[in-house]
């Protein structure tokens, strides 16, 4: 099946720090990505919705100059956490697909962020 | 948005007994995914449904749909001490790609 391969899978940062993860679909051209933040035992709330070689589309609440999002090829989408604090501490995994509506999704492993 | 509920939020069985969870949405969809994730992991797709459809079958896990009610089943039978995870449903809805999540359930399958 196909394969997203997200980095890190865990980063510990200081306060004030910005924070790169990436995402990268190694077997299919993604022409969506998503990114997701997820709380303990919690669901996942969509952040933003990215395609390639556009601006990303943010859910309502979720700060976009605070979570940059590129989406500069087909392969790579990046989520940076800028000036990341310790209520970003977080569960943040992204997810894409090579198609539209109806097609599944192909979760990363996520990335576990601490902020000291 | 609003997210999908899912029941129970936990369940704990016996291994060889059946699991089943259930999920309700808000809004018409194209289709009704559910998923599994392991503690700390990414999601990994099980099944899709589609809305024409009621009931679909893949391996040990059954799904039902009933649009009427807004309301998907997922059955795992003979469980497995390895299904132990939280499971996802995730309507898509039909103004988009945008998949919606609920609250998921816990499964542990004790051996």
């Known amino acids: 099946g196909a394969v997203v391969s997200q980095h890190p899978s865990r980063v510990i940062c200081k306060s004030g720090t910005s924070v790169k993860i990436e995402c990268r679909s190694l077997?299919?051209?993604?022409?969506?990505m998503f990114w997701y933040r997820q709380f303990p035992k919690k669901s996942l709330m969509l952040m933003a919705t990215?395609?390639?070689?556009?601006?990303?589309?943010?859910e309502q609440g979720v700060e976009k100059d605070k979570f940059l999002i590129n989406h500069a090829s087909l392969t790579l989408s990046t989520l940076t956490v800028t000036s990341a604090h310790p209520e970003d501490s977080s569960f943040y995994i992204c997810?894409?697909?090579?198609?539209?509506?109806?097609?599944?999704?192909?979760f990363g492993s996520g990335t576990q962020l601490s902020v000291l | 948005s609003q997210q999908g509920e899912e029941d129970p939020q936990a369940l704990s069985i016996q291994e060889g007994e059946n699991a089943t969870m259930n999920c309700s949405y808000k809004?018409?969809?194209?289709?009704l995914q559910w998923y599994r994730q392991n503690s700390g992991r990414g999601l990994v797709h099980l099944i899709l449904?589609?809305?024409?459809?009621r009931e679909k079958h893949s391996g040990r896990l059954r799904v039902t749909l009933d649009t009427s009610k807004k309301s998907s089943s997922l059955l795992i039978t003979a469980s497995r001490a390895a299904d132990t995870a939280s499971y996802f449903c995730?309507?898509?809805?039909?103004?988009?790609?945008?998949?919606?999540f609920g609250e998921g359930t816990q499964l542990t399958v004790n051996p």
């Open positions: 997810s894409a697909t090579a198609g539209g509506a109806g097609e599944k999704l192909f």
């Open positions: 077997d299919f051209q993604a022409t969506t």
């Open positions: 990215s395609n390639e070689g556009s601006k990303a589309t943010y």
């Open positions: 809004t018409s969809i194209n289709n």
């Open positions: 449904i589609r809305s024409n459809e």
């Open positions: 995730a309507s898509e809805e039909t103004s988009g790609s945008r998949l919606t």
